[in-house]
């Protein structure tokens, strides 16, 4: 039974992630080999950090053409905050190009507003997700994040946050969703997530 793989790109966080799906019961491993995405159950892209670096890495090991051609195989995505920023065409963090496989830019909170974005969120759905079965509505979750996407096509807007301005805080089209909070630090409802992704999208064998 092949495993979720969650994609080692220097970004941090990644032994949180992959508890939480262990405390699930669902087997999941790191991963910087982009040959690896091909035997994958799913993939997870988690990630703290800054925009620049990051993309820098993904090209230079090969994992951003790597994600691309996961996405467009098909195969059940899942973004986390810098993971869900960098699905995005560009970043004013850095002036930086990101991996373009949702169409829109990764803007800064405007002057005035405490930044990082930090702490608990409510988080409203556009539409219903499998994602979000048994999640109460206007769940709050945990962010940590100074930039925030905003996606120019409407059909991969799932959720929405509002600090300042009203943001893109989860994405789902097809096989791929992404969120800017971390479910992994969110509690029960975070977790709930993560086991939704499982056996909702990726299907109850894995």
């Not at 092949?2 to 992959?18: E, H, K």
């Not at 373009?100 to 409203?124: C, D, Q, R, Y």
């Not at 979750?141 to 409407?154: E, L, M, Q, T």
């Amino acid at each position: 039974m092949n495993p979720i793989v969650i994609i080692d790109y220097g970004a941090g966080n990644l032994r949180s992630v992959q508890k939480a799906f262990e405390h699930l019961g669902h087997q999941a491993v790191f991963t910087s080999d982009p040959l690896a995405l091909t035997d994958a159950a799913a993939v997870v892209f988690p990630g703290q950090g800054a925009s620049p670096p990051a993309m820098a890495r993904l090209e230079q090991d090969g994992m951003a053409d790597a994600i691309r051609e996961t996405i467009a195989g098909g195969k059940p995505f899942f973004g986390v905050c810098l993971g869900l920023q960098l699905l995005l065409d560009w970043s004013e963090e850095g002036d930086t190009r990101c991996l373009g496989i949702v169409p829109g830019e990764v803007k800064s909170f405007h002057e005035g507003l405490k930044v990082p974005h930090m702490g608990w969120n409510a988080v409203t759905l556009e539409v219903e997700h499998p994602l979000f079965e048994g999640v109460p509505p206007d769940s709050y979750f945990y962010f940590v994040h100074s930039y925030y996407a905003a996606p120019s096509d409407g059909a991969w807007l799932l959720g929405t946050t509002s600090y300042g301005v009203d943001f893109a805080s989860v994405l789902a089209k097809d096989n791929v969703v992404a969120t800017q909070f971390h479910p992994e630090k969110s509690g029960s409802v975070g977790l709930r997530l993560y086991d939704n992704f499982v056996k909702q999208i990726v299907g109850s064998g894995v």
